[in-house]
């Protein structure tokens, strides 16, 4: 196989004759070539069967336990003028960063197959689909993208007829972590990334093209590339809201996409069309819909047991590749807070002992196939998406936002997704549970300057009178004693019926500085051990301490300069000097 585009072939000869691969493999994205590079892959060692009887068609890939995550501070938008990128990204100017990282790309592929691996993010025949091409020396890689995307032959056609594509070229290199980076170049489309054979780092299809070089071509083109996922609620009687919903790497999303009614609900469902990303466009009607240009999920896996995710928990018992879990004495893959087995192995293969940390890495991951959950929408392959009722962002904090609040008109509710916090998690190599800005849940993603993405955003309340409300929910608050107030997981149903509620204006809310809250009684709690006093505290708006979040937000926005919308600004100032008169 190969191609009648110019362009691909020039491109592909072009990087062979850099990197001097032994062979070189076009990938069809058939089951067959899926088989054959699994089967390969657990010859040579680099994965391994787990046990077939009880989790069929699963695998396990122990990383290099220096590559556990994504590396941020290794992470580039290299674009010709550095305020172009903003200092929410490391910058790198273009030509530099092309010489620095093509030296490490001189020869990394001897004695190795280059994979060439054609690939559609959105439904094949999605007007709002965008198209790539990964060329790494990774058979792990192509395993992952084969699930994540819709990859192969049919992707190569649409390429061949469009004739436009992200060029993404990877290799593991000698996974060093000193000769590691993943670099953006979104004026040329294209990404390079080296030495890292992780998620986000290698499977490249996912956060560097369709969030850091989607947002940039999504600015341009007048659309929304975003770190949301969608879901569908369904109400008893058969009416359907979709939200995206925006939270920080490892805060959840996952859990929210595939949420479980809790038994009280009975006759309500819930439906995942993604669990990660969304691209969001306006329609001819001023609508704004959703597609997910993921086919599969990259989910993290401790803490994913019958209670808290079981549509995940019986999701990933078949044909699922487990990255970097513990394994139990029968060989069957095991985690943290699984809640079944105990480990005998973790995931460095050592045997399991407590002194040397958890059995599963808390980053470890699961790769698998969407249509393999039992909530998974046949939208999610529609190729006008669907129409999104609500924007909920969130954060994980232990004070001061409240169980959720509704912004009072678009551009509030841009300030609020602006201000974004959240406490850092293990998805990143860094420091865990630090709070810091993260705003749209975007800070790791967005591929150009902060203030020209909010200036974006803006630009939709001009363009449209139809657009979703936007919300903000905090699920994690804590009492005095780090006791979460609120129970979570399903019974955040209760939360996401009153933001459906309000979109429809079913029902009133009070108006605070920060936006308008429900009452205590607004939210059901009817079979629920949550106390009135706590309803209470979860909703409560301490003025004092919004005074000092203000002014927080403010430098921060302030720390854009120049560039930073003024209608941002004054949002910030109206939300300011509400806080000045409340008591
Ligand atoms: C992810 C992340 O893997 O956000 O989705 O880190
Ligand atoms: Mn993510």
Not at 168 to 187: A, K, N, Q, Y
Not at 336 to 347: F, L, N
Not at 451 to 478: C, E, G, M, T
Not at 572 to 580: G, M, T
Request: hydrophobic content about 35%; charged content about 25%; aromatic content about 10%.
């Amino acid at each position: 196989m190969t191609t009648t585009l110019p362009a691909l072939k020039e491109w592909v000869d072009s990087v062979a004759s850099r990197t001097q691969p032994d062979r070189i493999a076009w990938c069809d994205g058939s089951e067959d070539e899926y088989r054959a590079l699994i089967d390969e892959m657990c010859a040579s060692g680099v994965l391994s069967p787990l046990n077939q009887d009880k989790y069929p068609g699963c695998y396990l890939h122990l990383s290099d336990p220096s590559d556990v995550a994504r590396v941020e501070h290794l992470t580039f938008v290299c674009t010709e003028s550095e305020q172009d990128a903003g200092q929410n990204n490391h910058w790198m100017a273009p030509d530099e960063a092309h010489a620095k990282i093509d030296t490490l790309f001189d020869g990394a592929m001897r004695g190795r197959t280059m994979y060439v691996i054609p690939y559609c993010m959105g439904p094949i025949d999605s007007p709002y689909a965008r198209l790539g091409v990964e060329i790494t020396d990774s058979p792990y890689v192509v395993v992952n993208m084969r699930l994540m995307t819709r990859m192969g032959s049919e992707a190569l056609q649409r390429i061949e007829k469009e004739g436009t594509f992200v060029k993404g070229l990877h290799s593991t290199g000698d996974l060093d972590p000193e000769r590691r980076f993943i670099m953006h170049f979104p004026e040329e489309l294209t990404i390079k990334s080296i030495g890292s054979g992780y998620g986000g780092n290698a499977l490249l299809g996912k956060k560097c093209h369709a969030l850091r070089i989607a947002s940039y071509q999504a600015r341009t083109e007048g659309w929304l590339a975003e770190h949301m996922l969608i879901v569908g609620i369904e109400n008893p009687e058969g009416e359907v809201h979709y939200l995206a919903c925006a939270f920080p790497s490892a805060c959840g999303k996952t859990n929210l996409a595939m949420l479980i009614p809790p038994e009280s609900h009975e006759g309500w469902r819930v439906w995942t069309l993604g669990d990660d990303i969304a691209w969001l466009h306006l329609d001819g009607e001023g609508m704004l819909r959703a597609i997910n240009p993921e086919a599969g999920y990259f989910g993290v896996v401790p803490g994913t047991n019958e209670k808290t995710n079981k549509n995940a928990f019986d999701m990933i018992r078949a044909d699922t590749i487990f990255t970097n879990v513990g394994t139990t004495e029968d060989n069957e893959p095991w985690w943290e807070d699984k809640k079944v087995g105990e480990p005998a192995r973790d995931w460095q293969g050592r045997d399991y002992d407590p002194e040397n940390g958890p059995a599963a890495h808390p980053n470890s991951r699961f790769t698998v196939s969407a249509t393999r959950n039992k909530s998974y929408s046949t939208l999610a392959d529609a190729p006008d998406g669907v129409p999104i009722s609500a924007i909920v962002f969130g954060g994980r904090r232990k004070e001061l936002a409240p169980l959720v609040y509704e912004a009072r008109d678009w551009n509030h509710g841009v300030l609020v997704g602006a201000g974004v916090a959240s406490e850092t998690t293990a998805a990143n190599i860094g420091e865990v549970g630090v709070v810091r800005r993260d705003p749209m849940a975007m800070k790791p993603f967005c591929g150009y300057n902060f203030a020209d993405y909010w200036s974006h955003w803006l630009s939709f309340a001009d363009r449209s009178d139809k657009l979703p409300k936007i919300f903000h929910v905090n699920w994690f608050r804590q009492d005095n004693d780090g006791k979460f107030l609120w129970p979570g997981f399903g019974e955040n149903l209760r939360v996401l019926r009153w933001i459906i509620d309000r979109c429809e204006q079913r029902i009133d809310a009070q108006e605070t500085p920060i936006g308008y809250l429900p009452r205590p009684e607004d939210i059901d709690t009817n079979g629920l051990d949550v106390k009135d006093a706590t309803m209470e505290a979860l909703l409560s708006v301490n003025v004092e301490q919004w005074r000092e979040e203000m002014s927080s937000v403010g430098e921060y926005l302030d720390s854009y300069g120049e560039r930073l919308p003024d209608a941002l600004r004054s949002e910030h100032e109206k939300v300011v000097a509400e806080l000045a008169e409340a008591s």
